[in-house]
Each structure stands twice: as structure tokens, then as C-alpha cells.
């Protein structure tokens, strides 16, 4: 095997770089950043490649066009974890992209680009709270407010950034819009089950979806539970119940051949909270998921209308605002079809699917044309867990896809 066997060795060592061993917890700007970006360095360095630390922590590794001017091509994913996180998550886009450098050095075949690796320091958001902070430096959506965030002991990222010896003021210097950048390519886990279930080791994404996220309050009336009869009631919790099943049909219900959406509701919290009690005030959350904004957009709708419908029965109280919403990103179509073409000539089947999670890749649309290719997940296609899995087999056609992708592809000029 070429390269999966490697790449699964490579995941366990940048595993052991945890701060709460066995489990795998690895955040921005810590001593275990430090540590699984001085490994990266090190595998970029006998890859072949220049590599260093910017002034935000991120580690990037450039392996050289032979005409100093060529254009770039970008590839790379994050170093940082969830708490209690999987080992492939992130860590896989960085070192398959290590493989086909090395694999290129040792066969002393130069690209008509320079290949750049990047190992984003900080794309969960775990300790500041700020996700994507090393892509969206890149993409040139950095907000310099990020650097006032404080994690939970006070200390704040532009501290921290001193601290590990970065530049907080760097971040203007790494925006790469205008700077010659082709093409953003990442490859990553899947995080679900689709490949799984479809007995596939790869797929195409076609964009990576946007969301939309709500805080709902329903107000109702507490009472007594044992005198209140059922029909005075204006139970908040009941009330709540029915909306966040709203969000689940609203969701399931998407017209066929039209774009799907998902609807989580993730949080709820009761108040006053106690056995005896009708439920006073009910506060929730709403996650609204879907690669295409329109139907997204729609289904937010949807939701808010019918939350209103069951207050208005129920007599009860609701607001519901949306606090947060970010577009879905579309892969490139020529991009796409390039790495179909890609897993076509290892003999895979082609499946394009989008991506339901926020990736690295959506910083980059200001800066060049995006694609991400998927790796099947194991284990039901679990993710963000210690149970997440990656087979080297399909770590090894991944690579291929990625190394063959990178040999055919003719830069066009850049924006
Ligand atoms: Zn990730």
C-alpha cells in the first residue's frame, strides 16, 4: 500500500497530541497545537515541501512549481479538534495532501502550480468560540473583533496568539484574495453515512451547505399540576413539543426531486422546571440545514409560520429569531468534474453528494473556485466521536484520486 497505511500510522501519533488522554481533545492555540503542528512541519519538510508557521498558527507547506511565478493551487484542512473528537476529522485532508507531495518529491515530478498544503490551526471554534478562524484569515473574511474572544479562563486569543508566539496583527498579511490562487481543493471525512450505506469508498461534494440557526421562546402560564384541569392549561412544554416536531416534519417534507433540508432541535430548557409545575417558559434552538439557500430559506419560514399557528391554539406566547445564518457554499462545477474524473480512472463509481457540515472550504469563495472530495466514514459514519473510522483501503483511493486530480489539472488563470 502506498499510501493509507501511513496516513492511518500518521492519525495515531497526531492523536497522542490530546489535552485529556485516551481522549482526543485537541484546541486552538495549546501546548498540543504546538505540538501536532510541529509534526505536520516535520512531514512537510521530508515531504519536500518549505513549510512554517504563519502568524495566526496555522502550517502551511508549499511544495515549489519549478517557475517561481505559477500560480497556486490550495489544499488542507484543520489541525484542531472537537472535545473528545475522532482522529480523522481534519487531520485527514492535511495528511493525504503530505502523501501526494511526497509521493510527487520522490518521483522528482515538478506541478504547473505550486502545490500548498495548510493545516488550519483553529476550525471547530472550541476554545474561543470563533469557527474557521484560520481559513477565513486566508478567504479574507477575518474579523480583527475575533482577537478580543476570550476562552474560558479570561485569556483572550490575541494573548493567546502572543503567547504561542504568533501575530496577532498578521492576519491582513495572510488574505490571498488577488494573490495568484487557483484553486482550493479538501479532501475530508464524510461525517455521515451516505457512502457508507452506498458501499462507496469516495464522492464528489457539491457544495457545502448553509444554515440557518433560531432561539425560540414560548411563554405559557404556570399552574399547579394537580388543580389546573387539562383544558385551562397553556403548558409551554407541550406547546414546544408540538413546534420542535413542526421542525422535524417540516423538514422530512421537502417536496420530491427538490434540494433536501435538515431541522434539528438541539437544546430546549423548561422553566420553572419542577415535577409538580406547568411549564412556564420554554426556551429552544433550531438548526436548519440545506445545500441550496432558497429551500432552506423556505422551510425557516415554514417553521416560524407554524410555530405561530400552535401558540396562537395553544395560548401561549412565542418569538422565534433566527441569530445566525451563513449561505451554502457550491463547489466549482469544473472542479468537480475534475475529480470525478479523478475517481473514475481508479474505477469507482462516481456519487456526488453535498456536504451537510461546515468545512474549511467555505472560507475560500472570495479567493478561487472550491471542491472537496469525501472519504467513506466507518462505523455507521460517525463523527466527532472517538468512534469515527477510516479504512487505509479507502485512505489509499482517496490519495490516488487526490495525487491523480492534482497530475491532470491545468491551472486557469487566476481571478
Ligand atoms: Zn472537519
Redesign the pocket.
Known sequence: MRFGSDILKQADVLAGFTEDAPRVTRTYLTPQHRQAGNHLLALMREAGMDAGYDALGNVVGRYLAADPAAPVVMTG??MDSVRNAGRY??LFGILTAIACARDLAARGKRLPFTLEVVAFGD??GVRFGVTLTGSKSMGGGFDPAWLDAKDADGITLREALVAFGGDPDGWRALDRRGKGVVAYVES?IE?GPVLLNEGLPVGVVTAIAGGSRLRAKVTGLAGHAGTVPMGARRDALAAAAEMALAVERIASQTPAGSPAVVGTVGMMSVMPGAINVIPQDVAFTVDVRSAVDGARREAVAAMRESFQATARRRGVGVAADVFYELDAAPCDPALQDALAASIARQRVPVRRLPSG?G?DAMAFPAVCPIAMLFVRCGAGGISHHPDETLTAEDAEIATAVLLDFLEHYVPAPAR
Open positions: 484542512s484543520h476529522d481534519g476550525e471547530e475530508h461525517q457540515a468545512h
